[in-house]
């Protein structure tokens, strides 16, 4: 499939028209006259003869996700690096396919800005329009939650940018909300459901009781929906599920109904603070030491996130959940990358810088392969583009939904930490042809190639 | 000989007029002048004008008017994704409803004063939030905020082309540099609306309700009729500013009604200077200047700034000024909230006041007539 | 029956804790007539007290992990610990409630200097102004915190004995299912405790008295030779220490981040004016009621019957409570009312 496609594009309109410019006129005409002539359209951004181009990553910088910021800032400035030859190349040296050569991007040395998204939609979107309108940006990166993915999203549509999501968890960013020019590395709810699923049997049978808490807006909700096909497939009943306000800080309200409900597991459907303080009260209110019907009471937080766990302190210890990635990953991928990352600052990296990370190389690899950055070409580079070597395995970016497919980890709260970072232990790596799916069960379309 | 205050309306009209229109070049070299930027500061100008009208003449503090801004987005979101992409219909009925909108909540908040009525506002502009966040989610779109989408019926458009539409005014554009300048158009008017509302007698009125509502009644004068017709106004003008968002960027989502965009436009109005016309869009530019360009500094953009010092020093520099951008804007913020309204009661118009006393005081020593125009667009 | 009792119990402690926040800033409201958009700071500050205590007493030896190559990653145990053996571990392990021993001064002091060096120049200041000068004071405060302690929130757990449930069911004899998290019953005793000694020190003590009628007519109290600014000083220590000593205790159920003072500021705001303006056992009365209507409009019966009432409950009774009383439950006239 893949070398298919590379024949296609190998005799592209753009590759034709390029061997046919340079004969008509390789005599007569200097050789940016030439470029221009097959640069085809013009497009935003074009970053025509310039010696750089430049990058934009969007990230919150303030906000209860700063910190989770600031590691996709860091990893970002790591594969700026090496994608212009600087340090040690991380997953340049280890990324198959590549044609990233180490010299920038078509000999261009990659620049960039960055802007704060305060995880506020309108925010996020007035930063990524100063990107395009002021600083030229070809690319836009970043984000720490759905609804500032899709916000960005769509704007980069209207602008004609890509856009390279960060950590977006939601069905919706490449289903419902899915654009042309999105693309998301990071996994989503309907994985994290299939991939639990197996492991939810093996742990905890078939005869359970599974009570929600939902964060009540649309990443919780695809979530909650997600997680309760894959636990009612497996023949568990789900007793309820309740919808908590976002941020509501203390859950009490909403956890003293569980403890009387005939429930034996809880699934909190929730991030961020909202995940720390509802799994500290959850654990607060004894129910990890409760017996419900014969059985062990259990906890479950489907969405995990190592910078986030900290938070939470002892109380995640045995919890199971999902994760993109983690740095104890025994790869080639994530070996150098973990080497790169560790030796710049000093500590590991999140998941949220690696699925950054290996964003910016994946478009920088994309341009590199298409020969231009008319976004259109960029676009059908990304569509359908399998790669190894990037930290999960053999990868592929669906054409259909511009999801990436990959392996999922299952995850346990480490019961005996050795160190400060030793939080979580990945339980399983579950394959990925466990949690695709079809891309029309979340409908959406992508819209057109030329804006 | 010095110049008097120039009184003539259409003369403060005419500079203002020119000062905003020609924005995008006086602001470019402070890194201000890309379209976004300079459709905000329009926007949050109009809005903070319009609060200004209620707080800055009568006294009556609301606490909850972002919440007029949301249902003005989402009315002019739903505009498009129902009638027409044209912008008048948006503009006009995103106005009308959170008209109708303040003619509710005022009616009910005015009943009572002080801090009581701030608490009503803002309880009404919470539960809009929040509703709008989660069980509204139907009209909203909840947390992704409302956006266009391929398949809405769009009945006046006919059958759209390839890709979203976008806004326009009869055909023109509303993206980039068109929509700056039909923001600023809308914003000219508003200013020129509000200044005809602080000479008016309905101005003068208002003004003695807030020096002293008691006397008002006792005169026998039903000070209420007034006060909603303020908080109607200053209500239709933050819908007309919510109507603009959507229209330079159409989508709407409920943060725009948390309180902190309520707060957000308070300090607006107050850092730039409470009750004074031109006080409120001062305000307005330098949050938005601070939340879009100090936010965006990094190393590397102060490392170019600095260049021109010695490395030892530029690094050092950089490290004490990295501490205040970036990630740090906020405390910028927070700081320069505290340095105006220490050193400066009555905001950054009463600084400019000030140094304007000085300079003439200067001028007239010296003897010549180079008279300064800022104190005059007061 | 066990649900609406344990709803009950969380009412009482979410009152609690709005009481208790509210109380600190309706005495600055109701004495000095300062609208302090800083007091979710202090809250927020009380809280890093606990986490700064708990830092101070896990300073650990670090015991590198070999294992680990491309970075430093430490095995730590703290020197309390093998120093102490057992008994650091158990100091340890109580760091929360040691730290409301640090909290006290700490926050008595920070309130004196912001009274001394900030508030006190705004008193004949418009409000508006004394929002904008405190608002930014918490944004100043709140982004040092980061800066220390970034922005992810840190657990600060209770200490072992009292971080379970109590099985108050047995107790009363409702069944085992009856459960209620023991820090959290400790949180009211000690929200209690600190809101009758507010009260105590204000009605039976000779300062308690001058600042009372200084709350009624300042410029009486001030005519008759006593110094009331001086009083006034101490009034806002003593918010700050109520404020702090709230968010220590608060810790453990909501692990400490920088921002949490602003998520409690509207609401604090909320209770008070709800209670009404000048009137200390209005806003305790009002954190409580908010507490326990917030806890029921959970329900999922309740929520089946209106959707999303959980969401908006504490603002729709505030908008009841302003409309039929007009100065709150128990509002003084002309307080804050122009």
């Given amino acids: 499939m893949s070398e298919d496609k590379s024949k296609i594009s190998e005799l592209s309109r753009r590759g034709f028209i390029k061997v046919g410019a340079t004969a008509v006129t390789a005599a007569s005409m200097p050789m940016f006259f030439v470029k221009d002539a097959w640069a085809a359209k013009d497009f935003r951004n074009n970053p025509g003869n310039a010696g750089s181009v430049k990058f934009g990553f969007n990230v919150p910088q303030t906000g209860a996700y700063a910190d989770e910021g600031a590691d996709e800032l860091r990893a970002y400035k790591l594969a700026v690096k090496h994608i212009n030859g600087e340090g040690d190349g991380g997953m340049l040296n280890t990324m198959k396919p590549l044609s990233l050569k180490g010299n920038g991007i078509l000999g261009k040395k990659v620049e960039y800005v960055t802007g704060d998204t305060q995880t506020k939609s309108d925010a996020a979107r007035a930063s990524a329009k100063r990107m395009i309108e002021k600083d030229g940006v070809v690319m836009i990166t970043g984000g720490s939650s759905s609804g500032v993915a899709v916000a960005v999203q769509g704007l980069c549509q209207e602008m004609g940018v890509i856009f390279m999501a960060g950590l977006t968890h939601s069905n919706d960013t490449t289903g419902k909300d899915k654009r042309r020019y999105g693309f998301r590395h990071f996994f989503n709810a309907y994985m994290s459901g299939a991939a639990l699923g197996p492991v939810l049997q093996k742990e905890m049978g078939t005869e359970r009781k599974a009570y929600h808490l939902t964060a009540d807006y649309t990443w919780g909700w695809t979530q909650e929906e997600s997680i309760k096909n894959t636990t009612e497939a497996l023949g568990w009943q789900t007793t309820a599920a309740v919808r908590t306000p976002v941020g509501a800080g203390d859950f009490s309200q909403y956890i003293t109904p569980v403890l009387n409900s005939g429930a034996d597991v809880l699934i909190l459907n929730h991030y961020g603070k909202d995940m720390i303080n509802s799994l500290t009260q959850a654990v607060q209110f004894g129910l990890r030491d409760k017996q419900v019907n014969g059985k062990n009471f259990e906890i479950i937080v489907p969405l995990f996130s190592r910078l986030m766990a900290q938070g939470a302190g002892d109380n995640i210890k045995g919890i199971l959940g999902t994760t993109n990635w983690h740095w104890s990953l025994q790869d080639e991928g994530s070996k150098a990358f973990v080497k790169s990352f560790g030796q710049e600052y000093g500590f590991p990296p999140s998941q949220a810088a690696q699925t950054t990370y290996v964003q910016a190389l994946l478009y920088a690899n994309a341009v590199e392969s298409a020969g231009s950055f008319y976004p259109p070409e960029v676009i059908k580079q990304l569509e359908g583009f399998k790669f190894d070597g990037a930290g999960n395995g053999p990868t592929e970016y669906r054409a259909d939904d511009h999801q990436c497919f990959k392996d999922v980890l299952v995850v346990r709260g480490n019961e005996a930490p050795s160190s400060q970072f030793d939080i979580l232990k990945v339980e399983q790596i579950v394959p990925r042809s466990q949690v695709e799916y079809d891309a029309k069960i979340f409908g959406g379309e992508l819209g057109p190639y030329e804006v | 000989m010095i110049v008097p205050s120039i009184r003539n309306d259409w003369v403060i009209m005419a500079i203002f007029t020119a000062v905003v229109l020609t924005a995008p070049l006086w602001l470019t070299p402070v890194g201000a002048g890309y379209p976004d930027l300079l459709q905000k500061f329009a926007i949050f100008g109009i809005f903070a004008i319009g609060f200004n009208i209620l707080f800055g003449l009568t006294g009556y503090l609301s606490f909850g008017h972002a919440v007029f801004l949301g249902v003005g987005s989402y009315t002019a979101v739903w505009s498009f994704k129902l009638l027409t992409m044209n912008v008048l219909p948006a503009v006009i009925f995103a106005t009308l409803l959170a008209g109708v909108f303040a003619v509710v909540i005022g009616y009910v908040s005015l009943r009572r004063s002080g801090i009581y009525f701030s608490i009503l506002t803002l309880a009404f502009a919470q539960m809009s939030y929040n509703m709008a966040y989660s069980v509204l989610t139907p009209i909203t779109n909840g947390e992704t905020g409302l956006q266009l989408t391929m398949n809405d019926p769009r009945i006046l458009d006919g059958p759209a082309g390839q890709g979203l539409p976008s806004t326009t005014l009869f055909g023109l554009d509303m993206s980039g540099y068109a929509g700056f300048y039909f923001c600023a158009v809308m914003l000219i008017i508003a200013f020129f609306i509000s200044l005809r509302i602080f000479r008016s007698p309905f101005g003068l009125k208002l003004l003695a309700i807030k020096s002293n509502q008691t006397r008002m009644k006792y005169t026998g004068f039903n000070t209420r009729p007034y006060l909603l017709t303020a908080f109607v106004i200053s209500g239709m003008y933050a819908g007309l500013a919510g109507s603009l968002m959507a229209i330079t960027d159409p989508l709407a989502g409920a943060e725009r009604m948390q309180w902190t965009a309520s707060g957000e436009v308070v300090l607006m109005t107050i850092l730039g200077g409470t009750g004074t016309l031109l006080g409120p869009l001062f305000g307005a530019g330098i949050i938005k200047y601070f939340e879009n360009i100090f936010s965006a500094m990094n190393d590397g953009r102060l490392h170019e700034i600095f260049s021109f010092l010695p490395d030892w020093l530029e690094n050092i520099v950089v490290a004490i000024t990295g501490e205040f951008v970036g990630d740090g804007w906020h405390l910028t913020l927070g700081l320069l909230f505290m340095i105006v309204v220490i050193f400066l009661p009555g905001g950054v118009v009463e600084g400019i006041r000030r140094a304007n006393g000085f300079l003439r005081r200067l001028v007239q020593s010296s003897g010549t007539n180079t008279a300064t125009l800022a104190a005059e667009k007061e | ?338």
């Fill in chain 3, 1 to 338: 029956m066990d649900a609406i009792l344990l709803q009950i119990l969380n009412g009482l402690d979410k009152g609690g804790a709005y009481a208790l926040i509210a109380l600190g800033l309706t005495l600055v409201f109701g004495t000095l007539g300062v609208v302090n958009f800083a007091h979710g700071a202090l809250f927020m500050l009380g809280a890093f007290c606990a986490v700064t205590v708990q830092k101070i007493l896990t300073i650990s030896m670090k015991v590198k992990d070999e294992s680990i190559t491309f970075f430093d990653a430490y095995k730590e145990q703290p020197y309390l610990e093998i120093w102490f053996g057992d008994f650091g571990t158990a100091i340890i392990d109580w760091s929360v409630p040691i730290s409301i021993l640090l909290a006290m001064p700490i926050m008595l002091l920070i309130g004196l200097a912001m009274e001394r060096g900030l508030i006190r120049h705004f008193y004949k200041r418009s409000h508006a102004e004394q929002i904008l000068v405190t608002f930014g004071l918490a944004i100043v405060l709140q982004e040092i915190v980061k800066s220390f302690f970034g922005a992810n929130p840190i657990p600060s757990p209770a200490p072992g004995i009292v971080s379970g449930s109590a099985p108050i069911g047995v107790l009363l004899g409702l069944g085992e299912s009856v459960v209620y998290p023991w820090w959290r019953m400790i949180y009211l005793l000690f929200s209690g405790a600190v809101i009758f000694a507010v009260f105590a020190f204000l009605q039976f003590t000779t300062f308690g008295m001058v600042v009372r009628a200084g709350m009624h007519d300042r410029e009486t109290v001030g005519l008759l030779g006593i110094d009331v600014e001086h009083r006034f000083t101490i009034v806002f220590g003593i918010a700050a220490v109520v404020a702090g000593l709230a968010g220590v205790m608060y810790a453990p159920i909501l692990p400490p981040d920088y921002h949490m003072g602003m998520d409690f500021l509207v609401l604090s705001f909320v209770v008070v004016v709800v209670g009404g303006m000048g009137s200390l056992g209005g806003a305790v009365a009002a954190g409580f009621l908010l507490g326990i209507l917030q806890s029921f409009a959970s329900m999922n019966e309740v929520k089946a019957i209106i959707p999303g009432i959980d969401q908006i409950i504490i603002y729709l009774v505030a908008v009841i409570i302003i409309l039929v009383r007009p100065r709150g439950l128990m509002g003084r006239k002309g307080v804050m009312e122009d």
